[in-house]
């Protein structure tokens, strides 16, 4: 079963790649171009669940035939299940929306080249977590940065699209030299690069060493899951994609560097000592903050998307850092839990991120803009994408009674236990985490907001808006299969959680049972007990709704609602421009957190010719300090720039100095030989 | 107790919430009257107001949409599940599993943000305006509830509310202790924030730039104000509940005899009276903050959470 | 603390409805009247929304002194609100002057169904001194039907309150 589903998840994708590399420019090319990513993406899934249930890693033996740096080794373990079902979750219904959002390219850009490269992409991301060796990982890990990287040059003739794709390459280069750093420190003393040979050289390595793998591995896997200060290409590259690549981006590529991040520290590494965890749950915490802070003053919907990722990123990685920190104080039951609520919140996120960057595209597609403020009023113009924004929006607000609270719950819970360790800077540590956290989630609930508000509520703020249609069938059904998606996974919290604390159980050393989740989504935590109950809260909410609303009808006027014109204290006419619009929403967190933006901002005032008491337009710019790009990036490039200008005086173009160069170096090499005395 | 007399008491005291609601703002707005020398209006004021809204013709903005309507419905439906979580009369809770404080607040954090949205809704600028504000200081709220109450989650072991009002039972002497204190000062100014009372907000305000809530509001009417400002009132109600029972349990039945839960409503009541005329005072007293000095009150409230935790954390 | 002694020091100085001197003896009547026929109609509670349609603040003074401690209208459950949408009546000062015509419409418009207009004060019914100004539309009535005109320049907050409830017996049942 489990050889044919993987077959067929292979088969699947090549066949659609093979399809749109054949014939991706036809209309049918590229509908069988997306049955085979939809037929992958399913068997995927499948092949995800049939390998959660536990027991022994399957492993394809068949498949270790090219003997180079131990050849191809894929197997199956919890771990990587859990991350096979998260991809398909996401795959399937992206890839389903994209059949109906490329036909907007259709005629502009390659539909063929964008169909081999999504296939090949959705491969090699699922193949990631099977890798069982460096080799495989390392291929995979490439192929799915470099296929993506290609997506994301989808719409090449914006100058702004190759800058982000630019951006994006080099900093997945950076990341992929730091994870080949790592694994060439982990590989030096162990008989093979296979992972389980790696772990157990591991355990030989001396702390130090450990210490600089896990370091390397940390900035290897947080550039790719986009941790501060290597968040810096998901607002430049998610934005350029096409919206369902976004989705895969966002929902599942960065979730895969967590992955990394699991399986090196905690599969290969087995652990290390508390500051590891205290590393990341510091990363995460700055992550998460900066995330939402970003993501609230954004104006473009899909940046506020990728900022709200890099939150999204941290938290995640607050609660693995919170694992490492119990595993070390050993805590094995709290380290499981902190874990099971990252991977349970991974998996939420990859939902509802899904859902919005589908849902934007909507928009996008529907209005030809990403900017908010010219949007308004979709909620009318787009019955479909309007309620499923609303679920998604709700769920990545962190509230009731969506998968988005029920993890954020967790994350609390998980947090919790490491108050009340005896050591007091451990239990500082965890209390700035909690506010951070709290304050992470009011924010997000602000951002979120004013992302739905701005953009579906009141009044159309530009033609383009009024004019806005509603999205295709393949799309529509894409956006409501993952709103059915995160409904689910809420319901279903207890089974989902189940599932995460299974591999989180594995994954600290524990026995692979889930850490007493019982009927009641309660569960042992060392400080004691905290109960909850996703299916009672969802079912509370839902009958309490129905029932106050049959009591409203029965004890109010039977009088029918009247339609008036909006009430603003009698002026006489409503127009789009006394709207709030985004930049208003968002203005007083501005000025809170002034210190952080750094904001800039111009006024200009435009008078009447004939009067400077009328006044004709008003420009108002504001600007935030980019951080990163100014203090980090800027200073480094700019050096790099420099040095290879210098390097450039080697390269004359005169073939006598080349010369000279190859008998320099001759001659040093001779040298070195004589003096080290080889034969 | 059983498992069936618990849930009447669950579903006893969530009515008893629905009912005190509107006496709690009536009985705030008579004490302020009587400290502005005048009679006011009784304190049952607040229902023939609620029986008159639903009596009323409901006037809706014709570019609203179906979630302006919705949201009264969300906004009632979220306060009003609280008050089943929270412990009013007695402990244990029966729902004590189906939620816990973290459930509590955040699902009056779902309250607001459907509020907010309804303010934009109709596309008026004060609606806007208010949600906004009202974001604002919701997302500036959340980490000082956050902290307190794990300050209180701390010595209890627990979040769930039942728990932690068990816990402070069995040592009736911590309501005096620093780390109580601190958290109990830190949640009262919340308390203030989240429900749109003075310094923060000015429920009984005529000016639309000053507002926060009664802006998000202003184009509501008939059933669906009616079920706002009951919600309203519930929220404070909650947030009282939550001051009186969980840092003051003295009363709260342990039994379900007739006479515990009779001592129990009653000390509950006195309570929330004791409350409201600490706010009624500090209302009459203090003037409304600025905007942009609001965040200030509210880092305040964080510190004063944050040293709540270090007090319970050294008083271990 | 200063307040506070002050505040207990002068005690409630609301009109007393038990024992009533004899010139408070109209307002008491009147007071009690309103508070019956509040009972009745909007099931003793009103509130009330406030549009100045071009007055020169005079009504305004007085209508004031209606929700201060003497007179203390909240006793009866009037009570003044921020939006017409929560208004069950309009209390209209000044005559309507051009630029107030379309708000006061507007408010009238946005105002929930049953609803009352009292207009207040002489320029309300005849536009006062303000008569034949090219800035004035006119009465309050040309703009919005009216339910009770209380005449006075400017009327006693009693008055204003007898027109109140005048209004209230005049309207058809809720």
């Excluded at chain 1, 171009?33 to 037929?39: D, E, F, L, P």
């Excluded at chain 1, 607000?397 to 609270?405: I, Q, S, T, W």
């Excluded at chain 2, 701390?154 to 601190?182: C, F, H, K, Q, W």
């Excluded at chain 3, 008055?159 to 409830?165: F, S, T």
Aim: proline share 5%; glycine share 10%.
């Amino acid at each position: 079963m489990t050889d044919l589903l993987f077959a067929v998840m292979v088969g699947g994708y090549a066949a659609g790649a093979a399809a749109a590399g054949v014939w991706g420019q036809e209309r049918g090319g590229h509908t069988a171009s997306a049955a085979g990513a939809i037929v992958g993406a399913i068997a995927g899934l499948l092949l995800g669940l049939s390998g959660s249930a536990g027991g022994a890693a399957h492993h394809w033996a068949a498949l270790d035939v090219a003997a180079v740096a131990g050849g191809v080794v894929l197997r199956l373990d919890v771990l990587a299940a859990f991350f096979l079902v998260l991809i398909g979750v996401v795959a399937a219904p992206a890839v389903l929306y994209g059949a109906g959002y490329v036909a907007g390219y259709a005629g502009r850009y390659s539909l063929r080249g964008l169909g081999v490269a999504l296939n090949l992409f959705l491969l090699a991301t699922s193949l990631v977590p099977l890798a069982g060796n460096v080799m495989t990982f390392l291929l995979a890990w490439e192929g799915m940065s470099l296929a993506s990287y290609f997506l994301v040059l989808t719409d090449h003739e914006d100058p702004e699209t190759v800058r982000a794709g630019t951006w994006y390459l080099g900093m997945t280069q950076v990341g992929l030299a730091f994870l080949l750093g790592a694994f060439l420190f982990l590989g030096a003393a162990a008989p093979s690069l296979d992972f389980a040979d790696l772990s157990a050289a591991a355990a030989e390595l001396d702390p130090a060493a450990r210490g600089l793998v896990f370091v390397l591995a940390v900035l290897g896997f947080g550039s790719k899951a986009g941790l501060v200060p290597l968040h810096v290409w998901l607002p430049r590259a998610h934005p350029a994609a096409p919206s369902h690549v976004s989705a895969l981006m966002s929902g599942v590529m960065i979730t895969l560097g967590i992955y990394g991040l699991l399986r090196v520290g905690f599969d290969v590494l087995g652990g290390g000592p508390a500051w590891w965890g205290a590393l990341l749950i510091g990363l995460g915490a700055a992550s998460a903050l900066v995330g939402v802070l970003y993501a609230l003053m954004e104006d473009d919907i899909k940046r506020l998307l990728a900022y709200s990722t890099v939150e999204n990123a941290g938290l995640i990685t607050l609660g693995v850092g919170a694992g490492f920190l119990f595993q070390a104080l050993d805590l094995p039951r709290a380290a499981a839990l902190a874990v099971a609520a990252a991977l349970y919140h991974a998996l939420n996120h990859a939902a509802f991120k899904g859902l919005l960057f589908l849902g934007a595209g909507s928009i996008l597609h529907a209005t030809g803009t990403r900017n908010m403020n010219r949007y308004g009023g979709l909620i009318r113009r787009m019955p479909w994408t309007a309620p499923c924004m609303l679920l998604g929006t709700v769920a990545i607000a962190g509230l009731p009674p969506l998968n988005g609270f029920m993890s954020e719950w967790l994350l609390f819970q998980a947090l919790l236990p490491g108050v009340a360790v005896a050591s007091p800077v451990v239990a500082v540590l965890m209390v700035l985490a909690l506010g951070v956290l709290a304050l992470t989630a009011g924010l997000a609930a602000a951002a979120f907001a004013k992302a739905f508000g701005i953009s579906f509520l009141a009044l159309p703020r530009s033609d383009a808006a009024a004019a806005a249609h509603e999205a295709s069938v393949t799309m529509r059904a894409g956006m409501v299969a993952l709103a059915a998606a995160c409904v689910l996974l809420a319901a279903g919290a207890l089974p989902a959680l189940a599932a995460a604390g299974a591999v989180a159980s594995t994954l600290v050393g524990l026995a692979p049972h889930p850490p007493t989740f019982a009927l009641w989504l309660s569960f042992q935590t060392p400080a004691g007990l905290a109960r909850m109950s996703p299916p009672a809260v969802i079912a509370g909410l839902a009958v309490g709704l129905g029932l106050v609303w049959l009591l409203v009808r029965a004890v109010s006027s039977r009088r029918p609602v009247r339609l008036a014109a909006t009430w603003g204290c009698g002026r006489v006419g409503q127009s789009p421009r006394m709207e709030y619009t985004a930049t208003a929403f968002a203005e007083p967190l501005r000025r809170v957190f002034s210190a952080i933006y750094r904001p800039t901002e111009d006024v200009t005032v435009d008078h009447h010719p004939e009067s400077r008491y009328f006044v004709q337009a008003i420009a108002y710019r504001a600007r935030l300090l980019p951080w990163f790009e100014h203090y980090l990036y800027e200073p480094v490039l700019g050096r790099v720039r420099r040095w290879g200008r210098r390097t450039l005086l080697l390269q004359s173009g005169s073939i006598h100095a080349y010369l000279a160069y190859v008998v320099g170096a001759l001659v040093l090499l001779l040298g070195a030989l004589l003096v080290s005395g080889a034969p | 107790m059983t498992a069936a007399s618990g849930h009447v008491l669950a579903a006893a005291q969530a009515l008893l919430c629905l009912a005190v609601a509107p006496g709690l703002i009536g009985l705030i707005r008579w004490l302020k009257a009587r400290m502005q020398n005048r009679r006011g209006s009784p304190v049952w004021q607040p229902y023939l107001d609620l029986r008159k809204l639903l009596a009323k013709e409901t006037v809706v903005s014709v570019n609203a949409s179906w979630l302006f309507r919705l949201a009264p419905y969300v906004v009632f439906t979220s306060t009003a599940a609280v008050t089943f979580l929270l412990p009013v009369l007695a402990v244990p809770l029966p729902l004590d599993p189906v939620g816990d404080l973290l459930v509590v607040v955040y699902l009056l954090l779902l309250g607001t943000f459907f509020l907010a949205l309804a303010g934009l809704d109709p596309g008026s600028a004060f609606g806007g305006m208010g949600a906004s504000r009202e974001m604002t200081v919701a997302a500036l709220a959340e980490p000082s509830i956050a902290v307190a109450m794990f300050a209180l989650a701390l010595g209890a072991g627990s979040t769930n509310l039942g728990e932690i009002v068990a816990r402070a039972m069995a040592r009736p002497a911590d309501a005096v202790s620093p780390g109580y204190l601190l958290a109990f000062t830190a949640l009262f100014i919340v308390t203030l924030a989240e429900t749109g009372r003075l310094p923060v907000d000015n429920p009984a305000t005529h000016l639309e730039l000053t507002m926060i809530h009664e802006a998000m509001v202003l184009e509501y009417s008939g059933r669906y104000l009616a079920l706002i400002e009951w919600a309203a009132a519930l929220k404070l109600l909650v947030f009282f509940t939550l001051l009186a029972n969980l840092f003051v349990p003295w009363g709260v039945a342990t039994t379900l005899g007739p006479g515990a839960l009779l001592l129990a409503a009653v000390t509950y009541v006195a309570k929330l009276a004791v409350l409201a005329a600490a706010v009624a005072v500090f209302e009459t007293r203090v003037a409304k903050l600025r905007l942009f000095r609001v965040p200030e009150l509210l880092s305040v409230s964080f510190v004063l959470a944050l040293l709540a935790i270090t007090a319970s954390f050294l008083s271990r | 603390m200063l307040l506070f002694q002050k505040m207990l020091r002068v005690g409630v100085v609301t009109l007393p409805m038990a024992a009533p001197s004899p010139e408070e003896a109209e307002m008491l009547h009147v007071a009690r009247e309103v508070q019956a026929e509040a009972r009745r109609l909007f099931r003793r509670t009103l509130a009330i929304r406030e549009v100045d349609a071009g007055s020169c603040n005079g009504c305004e003074i007085e209508i004031t002194g209606l929700s201060g401690p003497v007179y203390d209208s909240e006793q009866f459950g009037i009570r003044f609100v921020a939006s017409p949408r929560h208004a069950d009546l309009l209390l209209v000062t000044g005559p309507v002057t051009r630029n107030m015509e379309v708000p006061l419409r507007r408010t009238y418009e946005a105002t929930p169904a049953p609803k009352l207009v009292v207009a207040v004060g002489d320029c309300a019914r005849t536009c006062g001194v303000f008569a034949g100004s090219y800035a004035v539309v006119g009465s309050v009535d040309r703009v919005v039907p009216v339910d009770v005109f209380v005449d006075g320049c400017p009327p006693e907050p009693v008055q204003i309150l007898r027109g109140i409830l005048t209004a209230m017996r005049g309207a058809p049942r809720s």
